[in-house]
């Protein structure tokens, strides 16, 4: 299966865009972003699990970053409410739950060669620090040779040139509505771009945004 696999494009979903999918496992939906592969698959996804729903145990044979959107995502190693991010690297293992329900920003198989410190991070009690672009404070979440994940906050009426990252970026619209070349994007569109270009980036109600920049340089096969 292929969603989205030309990295060499911008690529965007916007809420209401793509119909939610079942998983193999009840109670357990996906909303597909982007993908190459079948059940084991280099991809990205929404995933919603109802109330009491689980997934079986599982090794995470490429590593698997998650960002809880909603609710209580829960494992046997701990309980992960919404503004949690998740970094199981490639090997770590979990047989994943949720009582009340939840929704994740899921990558799959996309770890670096040596990337193996995990991370559980609550981002509600992280402290943002202002940014090389004005109007903009970045919360750094994780850092490996040329790749980064943090959330950045627009400040409501900002806007500007921005040159994408060499090697990709990646956004997800966490609050707020973002206004990238002049197309709106409201909370809970993704985007992904294959970088190096200018853009002209704004908000007028301000925005809270995922980013993933540099992981696109190194390619795209599934580990």
Do not use: N
């Not at 911008?10 to 119909?19: D, F, K, L, N």
């Not at 990337?115 to 850092?143: C, M, N, Q, W, Y």
């Not at 040779?145 to 956004?171: K, M, N, P, Q, Y």
């Amino acid at each position: 299966m292929k969603v989205r696999a030309d990295f060499t494009e911008r690529v965007s979903v916007r809420p209401g865009e793509e119909a939610w999918v079942a998983s193999p496992q009840p109670g357990v939906d996906r909303l597909m972003l982007d993908r190459i592969g079948g059940e084991i698959a280099r991809a990205t996804s929404l995933v919603r699990f109802s109330p009491e729903s689980f997934f079986p145990f599982h090794e995470h044979g490429g590593g698997e970053e998650v960002f809880v959107l909603d609710g209580i995502f829960e494992d046997e190693h701990g309980s992960y409410p919404a503004g949690t991010y998740l970094r199981d690297p490639v090997g770590t293992s979990h047989s994943p739950f949720t009582t009340g329900g939840c929704t994740l920003f899921v990558k799959l198989r996309q770890f670096a060669p040596g990337d193996t410190t995990r991370k559980v991070i609550d981002t509600t009690r992280g402290v943002f620090e202002p940014s090389e672009f004005f109007g903009i404070e970045r919360l750094a979440l994780h850092h490996f040779s040329d790749v980064a994940v943090s959330i950045e906050r627009l400040a409501a009426g900002s806007s500007g040139a921005r040159t994408l990252h060499g090697g990709g970026e990646e956004l997800l619209v966490l609050d707020g509505s973002l206004v990238l070349d002049g197309e709106a994007y409201p909370k809970g569109s993704w985007l992904r771009d294959p970088g190096g270009s200018e853009c002209e980036i704004a908000s007028e109600q301000g925005c809270t945004l995922l980013v993933t920049t540099g992981h696109l340089a190194r390619g795209v096969v599934p580990q």
